[in-house]
């Protein structure tokens, strides 16, 4: 079917709202996650500036490709890991400080890394530059970066496991028996199925959303970058820089193979046209928008995918009015506080399942690409990707911590893995590694349960 198909207004309406419905349990899930970690020290980010931000990110994405590509830009899981670190960085520097703005800067700068990979994907191809970050790379960060976050998804089930459970439960029974949409939102089922439980159980305050407004703005100036003109803690944010960037290597590969599926699906190559240096430019300056103003990290959503899929409408519009609704209800603070109430032991079980997924896909990054293990090379850059990650991770003082003059640096063990197995794949012969050969391979990277 046509992506230029005339639709009714009724029909064009009902599917913009279909595909807001698909990525909002994933996009509201990220704010809602750093908050969960450590409600009592720290705020979150704001879900009131996701949504407002992921809607504003998707249309200004939809006008650097040239209107082409149905795409939707939601929160990325990715950083997660990041925004973890970053927030211990803060909480154990004993400065006080919001984290957020810090984390902000340090995305901001991982999507500028897009626009740089867009720039030499326009002069170079994407073969040329591919060869710096393959699977063996990009495989075993992936992994770590779901290991990491697994101990906050079991602290948190251990509120109530039974709730826990049932997320579990809700999310496995759809993803596997589902039919058509409900297949799609396994996430957003399990949100909503637990937390009813939940609350016909006693087990929420509402208070909260009670005393919410109805109507308000969606950014909150401390949040955002532009507050740190204030004062800034120089070793945080250098430290936040470092952390934030490498995982862009990972955001960057789940972009291109969401472009290849979206290619497939919709039966253009836009890969081509628009073309990979405009689609990692949409995504690149939307992520960094995004952060500056204090919401997560922007990334192109598989569940949308999912929706073309299933109602074979490839009009673009359709998306770009789910980005309008979704910039609709970032203006609602009680639609905000009710996905704030949301029970930790909720979080906790689609979190168990997201966290595990995340180090899957890297396991099938590795796999579908067919990463050669009899290579000692390879398995050289795999274990000291992981044995760094994972060591400075869980260490006692959670970083390397050094000093440039009267600088503190904090680097994390995401940060020193990546540029270990980036460096070591750059001088190590033998990276046979080709990017566009292996389709499966290409679209590896999904962070989608």
């Known amino acids: ?8 207004p009724a029909k064009f309406g009902l599917l913009g709202f279909q595909h807001m419905f698909a990525m909002f349990g994933a996009t509201v899930l ?12 720290v705020a979150g980010i704001s ?19 040239k209107w082409k590509v149905p795409a939707f830009l939601g929160s990325s899981f990715a950083f997660l890991g990041g925004y973890e670190a970053v927030k211990a960085l803060v909480a154990n520097s004993g400065t006080g400080a919001n984290w957020i703005p810090y984390a902000g800067l340090g995305v901001a700068a991982a999507g500028l890394l897009y626009v740089l990979l867009s720039a030499l994907f326009k002069a170079c191809g994407a073969e040329k530059v591919m060869r710096f970050f393959p699977p063996i790379v990009t495989g075993p960060i992936i992994i ?29 029974a759809f993803n596997i028996w589902g039919k058509g949409m409900f297949k799609i939102i396994p996430i957003l089922l399990g949100v909503v199925g637990s937390y009813a439980v939940a609350a016909l159980c006693g087990m929420v305050d509402f208070t909260p959303v009670a005393q919410a407004a109805w109507i308000g703005l969606p950014l909150k100036m401390e949040d955002t970058a532009f507050s740190l003109f204030a004062g800034v803690d120089v070793s945080l944010l250098i430290s936040a820089l ?8 990972a955001t960057m590969m789940e972009h291109i193979g969401d472009i290849c599926a979206i290619s497939s699906t919709v039966g253009k190559n836009f890969v081509k046209e628009p073309g990979l240096h405009r689609t990692l430019l949409g995504d690149g300056l939307a992520t960094s928008l995004a952060a500056l103003f204090g919401a997560p990290a922007n990334t192109t959503y598989g569940e949308n995918t999912g929706v073309l899929a299933l109602t074979k409408v490839y009009n673009p519009g359709v998306v770009r009015l789910a980005a309008v609704i979704a910039i609709v209800f970032s203006f609602c603070p009680k639609f905000a506080a009710l996905i704030s109430c949301m029970p930790a032991a909720t979080i906790g079980g689609v979190s168990m399942i997201l966290y595990g997924m995340i180090s899957a896909v890297g ?5 579908e690409n067919q990463v050669d293990f009899s290579k000692s090379r390879n398995v050289i850059i795999a274990a000291l990707i992981m044995s760094l990650a994972l060591g400075i991770n869980f260490s006692n003082a959670g970083a390397i911590i050094f000093n440039i003059g009267e600088v503190t640096i904090r680097l994390s063990g995401l940060a020193v893995a990546s540029l270990v197995g980036i460096i070591l794949n750059a001088v190590l012969p033998g990276n046979d590694y080709k990017f566009g050969d292996n389709d499966q391979g290409d679209q590896s990277v999904n962070f989608k349960v």
């Open 1 to 8: 079917m046509s992506e230029n198909q005339k639709l009714s």
């Open 30 to 41: 990220v704010p809602a996650l750093t908050q969960i970690y450590a409600p009592e020290a």
């Open 47 to 65: 879900v009131s500036a996701t949504l407002f931000w992921a809607g504003l990110g998707t249309l200004l994405f939809h006008f650097l490709t």
């Open 144 to 172: 770590c970066i779901g290991i990491t976050l697994a101990n906050s998804a079991i602290n948190n089930c251990a509120n109530n496991w039974w709730i826990a459970i049932l997320a579990v439960g809700i999310v496995i």
């Open 242 to 249: 470092i952390t934030m960037v490498p995982i862009a290597l």
């Open 363 to 367: 396991v099938r990054n590795i796999v």
